[in-house]
């Protein structure tokens, strides 16, 4: 095969490229290709002129691209000399950064790679930008000693061979896949609403009955948990346990929650008186998640005809955050002068005897904030004015 000096003779042998699944992490492998280098006339390559000393093998395919093999038999550097050089090199007229791993193995007469001077890249970027060796010609310096060379069996009749191993790789984006989102809570519907799964424990409540399973219950619920199987244990000689102090549709939609983690859909208006009662119910059976959906949900329904209820219920219920958004709706003064005179207020006082101290002294601090704030405010316009 024929170089680009004419001298010695550098060619490569057949190759051939397959294409194997293997793959690792992000990149895969897209070629592989194994090409023979084979030096006749060493020894006319070493009385080559030094502006020509780089050889080129002729061209080969590998991964759809077109590579040549670099030979340098007097090194490419100073530190080299004593050595001979090898690089790959990419050919192709693409602006395509090519991705690729190279072997070069010193082969013996039988053409099995010499392990002592095997060496393998990592994986290198290949282009067309740049000097050949500074850019896209990657292999080593110094790759063989020619004293070695020479006083080895592996060069025999003036002629050696070079087996150069190429792997081409390419980067493939992480495979889309789409987790579907959880469906448990059906599953655990369907346990509720199902006439085929038994269940072990019956409620009364507002003259209807409602089955269920006690290790549902239990799990979601520790209130639930000591009413049925710890000290407070209920239903083990009573067939049916009864419940006086909630309404049969509030009780159905606090198993529903428990069941499904979720609430069933509710207008507007049935949604606020709900969120009462699933409130108590929720702080009843230590449903923390349900009893923040509910302060959540009150805090947008606070107006004139439920500040007073909603209040109250914040306040036996240990909801802060619900109190405080009462508070800040009765910040008008107006509105606040409109519940006092309203009966709303007379049920706010008996049924929380600290309301009103904590309503003048929420209030009374808020204006004094305002009133500082306005202060500081004026000093500065003050202070503006006077070094106008």
Known sequence: MSTTIPAPNVYGADCVSVTPPSRSASTIIAARTHHVLTIDGYSDTLKSNPSQDLL?????????????????????TEESKDFISIYLALKDTTADVVTAQVTFSLLDQQRNPVPSHTLTTSILQFSLQGTLLEVHGHGYGSFIRRDYLEQSGHLKDDCFAIGVH????????????????????????DLLSSERCDTDVEFLVGGETFTAHRLVLAARSPVFMAELFGPMKEGTTANIIQIFDMEARVFKALLNFIYTDMLPEMDQEDEAVMAQHLLVAADKYGLHRLKMICVERLSNHIDANSVATILVLAEKHYCYGLKEACFDFLNSSAILSAIINSSDFSYLIQSCTDILEDISFYIIAREMHRAIFLSENQEVQINSVEIG
């Open 166 to 189: 190429v792997v081409i790789t390419r980067e493939v984006p992480p495979a889309s896949i789409v987790v579907p989102p959880s469906d448990m809570h059906l599953h655990y519907g």
């Open 56 to 76: 080129f093998s002729s061209p080969f395919s590998a991964g759809g691209h077109t590579w040549c093999v670099l030979y340098c038999p007097i090194g490419c």
